[in-house]
């Protein structure tokens, strides 16, 4: 397989298909972001096509065997305003659907937020689907958590594949769902990682928290999100567990639980990374690589922990990559012996 990867982030394709072990080429990768490209080349000794996608000439593109993306999950998610196609980013899925028009690739790999097949009561999703199969594929779309495949953190993601008419016929392919039972983060944790240390303000936090101090003895004014917690889940001890910041609130998190899906909060340029309150610290970059599925070896040293924290949250997780491309290879192979 010739593979050409788009919105790129850090490689998270190119690692699943990697970490499958397939002999696939990599021919052609478009990201449009400084901070990721330092990232991928430190790793991969590589830079990107680094312009808008929307410049890009699919004609003057290499030939490939199959198309990945991971398009902008924002436009899409409840996280965020749901703009759909009125948001930018949210019609790069055309630019997508036009690339793919041009240069029919045989495997079509999608990646996105669950709520894209709920934007706009399905209509947002039914539109990239008539698209897909009116550009001669047949589609096998499915919906997979992470946590099902030895990763601590579920993260249910919809993942549209796609394959060609002309090459494959009509073909339903079923996915594996669950290669792992459900994944703990706590055997994750890299106990005295204190690389990425808390402020004061969250040590009074955490002491709020956790009953050692009353909202009274905070020797500063507290926001209404930060007052108590916004939600505890089941069979979790404030003493030991992760909190992690969102919009709404904190929420209090079990590490005998895979951890929800990982959010790194946007904050004046910086970052809200979860925080382990028996350690009272950040967890650390390595920690998040594991969260992630990434290997251990990979390295964000070319940028800032906060931008590092940014870009493992935005990736998609190679060991469900690596789960989907083995059996994209497997029906592929099984195609050439018929």
């Not at 972001?33 to 003057?60: G, H, L, P, R």
């Not at 594929?137 to 997979?144: A, D, H, I, K, T």
């Not at 909060?265 to 650390?284: C, D, Q, V, Y």
């Amino acid at each position: 397989m010739r593979y050409a990867e788009f919105c790129a982030g850090v490689g998270g394709f190119r690692l699943g298909i990697e970490q499958a072990q397939l002999n696939w080429q990599l021919v052609y990768i478009n990201e449009l972001n400084e901070s990721c490209e330092k990232t991928y080349e430190q790793n991969f000794n590589k830079k990107f096509d680094s312009k808008d996608i929307f410049e890009i000439d699919a004609n003057s593109l290499p030939d490939f065997d199959l198309m990945c993306s991971g398009f902008p999950c924002q436009p899409f998610s409840i996280a965020g305003k749901e703009l759909g196609f009125e948001d930018a980013r949210g019609t790069i899925i055309f630019k997508l659907l036009e690339i793919i028009k041009i240069k029919n690739p045989k495997v079509v790999l999608l990646e996105n937020v669950t709520n894209l097949m709920r934007h706009n009561s399905g209509k947002t999703y039914g539109t990239i689907l008539e698209n897909l199969d009116n550009a001669g594929y047949s589609l096998s779309p499915v919906m997979l958590d992470s946590a099902y495949f030895g990763v601590p953190q579920s993260r249910s993601r919809v993942y549209i594949v796609g394959f060609q008419r002309s090459e494959f016929g009509e073909l339903s392919a079923n996915f594996t769902k669950h290669r792992t039972s459900k994944t703990p983060l706590r055997p994750f944790i890299n106990h005295g990682d204190y690389s990425i240390p808390i402020s004061d303000r969250w040590q009074a936090y955490i002491d709020l928290y956790t009953g050692k101090r009353s909202l009274d003895e905070i020797p500063f004014t507290v926001p209404k999100t930060r007052k108590s917690l916004e939600r505890v889940a089941n069979g979790c001890e404030i003493e030991d567990c992760i909190l992690q910041v969102r919009s709404s609130g904190v929420r209090a998190l079990s590490l005998d639980e895979p951890l929800p899906t990982l959010t790194v909060l946007n904050s004046g340029g910086g970052a809200h990374i979860p925080i382990l309150t028996k350690e009272r610290r950040h967890i650390s970059i390595t920690e998040i690589k594991r969260i992630m599925g990434f290997p251990e070896w990979y390295d964000f040293s070319a940028v800032s922990r906060t931008d590092a924290a940014k870009q493992l949250a935005n990736a998609v997780c190679p060991p469900v990559i690596a789960s989907l491309c083995l059996e994209i290879d497997s029906i592929a192979k099984q195609k050439i012996m018929k």
